[in-house]
C-alpha cells in the first residue's frame, strides 16, 4: 500500500509547469513522485527523465549524484536520497564554528560547484533568451553544457552516495552563465535569513567573480525566468486581489477590532498583536515561498495601523518589519551591502549614520489617509523624508513617482528600482549609445576638417612611402629599385594603398583604426573590467586622444599616424588572450591569430619594432605558467596556441623576404637592418675616435680612417667627400645621418642599380674593414652597443637618458607638445595633388589657407587637447599614487582573494613598462637630435599616448575601487 507522506501544489505556475510534489511510501521504502496539474505540464515534468542523464553525463566522475528517476503515465518517479542539506551543515558550521569558517567552506564548496575554469565560455542563444530575455550580459561568462538554474543549498544533500543534487526541475540543456546560478544559490542562502547577513562581510559574490554589473543583469534574468513560470510575477500588482487571507487564522477578529476605538490597551489586541509580529517574525527568519503571504502580511500590518495611537510601539514594529522585508526582495542588493540602523530619532546621529552609507530607519510612521505602510529612511540629512511607500492599492504608481521624485531632488537612489518599479531602461540605454554614436561621428567629421600634411618633398620619408603606395596599386609591387626601396616597411604604404581602394578619405580611416583598436581593447579587458561605464568613459578618451589631432604626429601622411592606434590593437589582442588563458582553444584563437597578423604588421611599420617584444614575451611566459602544472594533461594544445602569434610573425616575415628576393634579388624587410649596408654603418660606429660632439656619431677623421682602410670606399672617396659636405653641419654629420649621406655617394658612384650589386658593394666594405679591426689598422671603440644601429656608450651615459626617458614619458602624459595646425605642404604641386588624391583630402598649398578653411576645426582640436593637457599633470600624480597604492595591497596579499586585481595591475604595468622602453629607445637613437623636451620627441614617440592613458585612468579606476573597499 502507498501512503502519502507529504505533498506540495505548485499550482500558482502556468499551466504548463504546474505539477504536485509528493514523497511517498511504498513497503517502508521512500520515493518522490511530480506528477503533471494539467495536460500541458506533462511533457516539462516527464522531460526529468532526459535532464537526468544529460547531469549523470556533466558529472561523471566527480563526487556529485544525480538521483535516478522514471517515467509513469502522470509524470516521473525519483529516488529519495536521505541526508542533510548543503543549507543545515552550513547552519550548523555558522552557529558552531563561526562566520570565517562557514564564509571558507562556503567557498570551497562553491568553487567545487562551478568550476568555471573547466567550463566553457557562454554564448547567448536563442533558447536562452526565450526564457531569460535579449538580457545585455558582460563578456567572459562561463555555463555548463546542463545548466540546472537551481542549484541551492536545499536542494544539495550530503548522502552515503555522495553530493546528491535532489530538485533539478529546473535545467536547461541550453548554455546559462554559471555565475547567475552561483549568484541565486548565494542570493537564496545569504539573504534570507538575517543571522547569516554577517556572511556578507566576506566578499563571497565578488570572491566567485560576481560583480555588482552582473547582479543587475542577472535580476533581469530572474525577473523574465520568473515571469514566463508564474501566473503573475509582480509582488505589487493589486494587493488587494492577492491579498488571500483565508489562512490566516484571526482574520475576523482583526476586522472586529479594527471597529473599536482605544482597543488597543485590551488583552485580546495584544494577543492578535503578539501572533501577528510573531508571524512577520517567522517570515523574516525563513526565505518566503508564497507571494501571497507577503502581500497579506503588508496588507494586514497597513490595515493595523489605525487601530493603534502613536503610543503603541510594537505595532510600528510590525509594520516596520514587514516593510523592511518587502524592501529585501524589492532591492536585496541593496540591504546585502548595507548596515541597517533603527532609531528612533531624526537627529545628529541618524544623519551620520546615513552619511556612512547606512540604512536608517526611522522608527515612527506618518499619518495618512490611505491605507499604507511607510518605510521610511533618513535622505540626505532631510528629516522624516519619505523614501518609499508601499501602497496597498496603488504601490506600483506610487514607488514610480517617489523614484521619479527623488532622482529630481538628488536624494537616495536604489540599485535594481527597475525590477521593482517596471520602469524601462531602454530609453535611458538608447540616449547613452545615441550619445556614443554622436561624439563618435563628431570626432571623424572633425580629423576629416583638419589638412593632411603632406610632405612629399621628404623623399626618404614621407615621398618614398606614398611611391611604393602607389607602386603596389600598379601591380609593381614597391616600385623600380634604387636607393629608397626597401629603406623603410611595407606596412604603411600597405595602409595607404587600401585607404585609396576602398575610398575611405585618409582622417576617416585614421579615426575608424583607433575606434576599432579602442574596442577591442576595452573587450579585450571586459573579464577583469566589470564595469560598463568605465568602459564608456574610457573609450570616449581614447577616441579624442589629442596625438591624432597633432600637426605633425596625426595628420601628417607618414606612418607615424597610425603607430598609437597600431600599438592599442597589439597590446589589446595579446592582453585578451593573456586574460583568456585559461579558456578553451577555440575560444583564445581569435585573440592569438590576431595578436601574430597585427605583430607582423607592427614590425614593418618602424625599423626599431623590437620595443614592444618585452610586453609580449612577459605576457607569452604568463600564459605558459598558467597551464605549466597540467601541460602535458590539458595543455600542449594550448601551448601550440600561445606560441602561434610568434609562429605568425615568422611565417609572415620569411613571406615578405621571399617577395623582396624574388622581385630584388635580397632576402631582407628592410636594408637598413638586415643587409651588409646595415654592417657597414656599424662598423663606422664601432671606429674609435675622438667625439668632440655629442651629437656626432662619425666624424670626419673616423671616416677618413675607414676610406683609409677600404679600397672599395676608397674608390667611391670623392663621392662620399662631397656628400659629407653636404649634409654636414659645422664640418660634421649629425647622428644616424651619416648613412643617408653614404647612400646617396653609393648613388652617385653607380652602385644602386640592382640590389644584389649594391649588397656585394657593401659586403666587400663591411669585409674590409673587419679585416682592418682585426689586423689593428683600425681601433675599435669600448662601450655599450644597445643596438647595432647606434654609437657606444656608457653607463654614465644610459643613466643620463634613463632619466631623459622618464621626462619624455612625463611630458608626454601632459601632452606638453601636442598641437593641432596647418602646415604648408613641402612639395611640387604636382606630388602634392598625387597626396590630396591618394588620401582623398586637401593640404594646405598656400599660406593663409588655414585660416579660411580648417581655422575653426584646428581651434576646437587645439582646445581638446589644452583640456587634456589641463588635466594631465594632475591625472599623472594620482594614477601613480594609486598605482603605488595597488602594487602596496598585492605586496600585502591582496591577491589571494582578487585574481582580477593581479590581471589589472599586469595589464598597467605592462603598459606603462612599454612606454617607458620606447621612450628609452628614441632617447637613445635620437640624443643627438631630440636633446631636449620638444615637438620631435613626442612625434618619435606617439605609439604611447594610448599605452599611457589606459595606464592612468585603470590605476585611478582599480585603485579608488580597493580603496572604497578596503
Known sequence: MTQIIYSKFSNDRKKEYSLITKILSKEGSLFVAKEALDEASLHHVQGLVEIQKGLETQYEGSDFYIPQCRKTSRGIEMEYVEGKTFEEHFDHLLEEQGEKKCADEILEFLQELFPYEQNKNFKMTKEFMQVFGDVELPDGLHSFSWSDIDLIFPNIILSEKGKALIDYEWTYSFPVPMEYICFRCLHNYLDYDPKRKGLISYNLYEKMGITDEMIGCFWKMEESFQGGIYVSSDLLDGFHEKANLSHWKFPEDFENLSKRDGSYESGEFLRIMAELEMEVERQVEHKLEEKQSLCSLIYLAAKAYPLAGEGDRSLSHISMKSSMYAYDILFPETLSTKEIIFTDSDGVEARENQKAGKIVVIDYWMKDDRETTLYNLLA?????????????????????????????????????????????????????????????????????RLPIGAFPKQYADDGVMMDNAVSLLQGNYLGAYDSFILSKGISYPLFLAFTYLTGIPYGMMICLLNIVAAVVFLKAIAPVNPS????????????????????????????????????????????????????????????????????????????????????????????????????????????????????????????????NYENYGLAVLNDRSGSAYAKVLEDFYHIDGELYRGDVWVTQEMLSEAIDASETLSSIDKEIYENMEQWAIDGEVRGD???????????????????????????????????????????????????????????????????????????????????????????????????????????????????????????????????????????????????????????????????????????????????????????MAMRWFVDSVNVWSAFYTSAVFPLIVIFKWMSMYVGIKEFKKK
Open 737 to 923: 645621418l651619416i648613412g643617408w649621406a653614404l647612400r646617396e655617394a653609393v648613388t652617385e658612384a653607380g652602385y644602386y642599380e640592382d640590389a644584389v650589386s649594391t649588397n656585394e658593394f657593401y659586403e666587400n666594405v663591411h669585409r674590409e674593414l673587419q679585416a682592418a679591426f682585426a689586423s689593428g689598422k683600425l681601433q675599435e671603440r669600448e662601450g655599450i652597443y644597445l643596438s647595432s644601429q647606434l654609437q657606444a656608450t656608457t653607463p654614465k651615459e644610459l643613466v643620463k637618458v634613463a632619466l631623459k626617458s622618464l621626462r619624455t614619458l612625463f611630458y608626454d602624459s601632459t601632452y606638453y607638445e601636442i598641437k593641432a595646425g596647418a602646415e604648408k605642404a613641402q612639395g611640387s604641386a604636382e606630388e602634392v595633388r598625387a597626396f590630396e588624391i591618394m588620401t582623398g583630402q586637401l593640404a594646405v598649398v598656400k599660406t593663409g589657407d588655414s585660416k579660411l578653411y580648417y581655422e575653426n576645426s584646428i581651434t576646437v582640436a587645439n582646445l581638446i587637447t589644452k583640456f587634456y593637457r589641463g588635466i594631465g599633470f594632475i591625472t599623472t600624480f594620482v594614477s601613480a599614487i594609486s598605482y603605488l597604492y595597488i602594487t602596496l595591497l598585492l605586496l600585502k596579499g591582496r591577491w589571494k582573494s582578487s585574481k582580477n586585481l593581479v590581471s589589472q595591475w599586469l595589464i598597467m604595468t605592462g603598459f606603462i613598462l612599454s612606454a617607458y622602453t620606447l621612450c628609452f629607445g628614441v632617447m
Open 380 to 448: 540626505n540629512g532631510k528629516e522624516g523624508e519619505m523614501s518609499v511607500f508601499l501602497s496597498t492599492s496603488s504601490a506600483k504608481k506610487c514607488l514610480q513617482e517617489q523614484i521619479k521624485k527623488e532622482q529630481e531632488n538628488s536624494q537616495v537612489l536604489f540599485r535594481n528600482y527597475r525590477q521593482a518599479s517596471g520602469i524601462s531602461m531602454d530609453k535611458k540605454k538608447w540616449m547613452v549609445w545615441g550619445l556614443l554614436v554622436l561624439l563618435t561621428i563628431l570626432r571623424i567629421v572633425l580629423q576629416l
Open 532 to 659: 560598463r561605464k568605465f568602459s564608456l568613459f574610457l573609450y570616449v578618451v581614447l577616441l579624442y586622444l589629442p596625438i591624432s589631432l597633432d600637426r605633425f604626429s596625426g595628420t601628417r601622411v607618414y606612418r607615424i599616424g597610425i603607430m598609437p592606434a597600431i600599438t592599442l590593437l597589439l597590446a589589446a589582442l595579446a592582453v585578451g588572450g593573456y586574460i583568456r588563458r585559461k579558456e578553451g582553444v577555440k575560444t583564445l584563437l581569435p585573440w592569438l591569430v590576431g595578436e601574430g597578423v597585427v605583430l607582423a604588421f607592427f614590425y614593418n611599420i618602424r625599423e626599431d619594432s623590437i620595443w614592444i617584444m618585452p610586453m609580449l614575451l612577459v605576457i607569452f611566459l604568463l600564459e605558459l605558467g598558467s597551464i605549466f602544472g597540467s601541460a602535458f594533461k590539458h595543455g600542449v594544445k594550448k601551448i601550440g596556441v600561445f606560441v602561434l602569434p610568434f609562429v605568425l610573425l615568422f611565417v609572415i616575415q620569411s613571406g615578405l623576404k621571399f617577395i
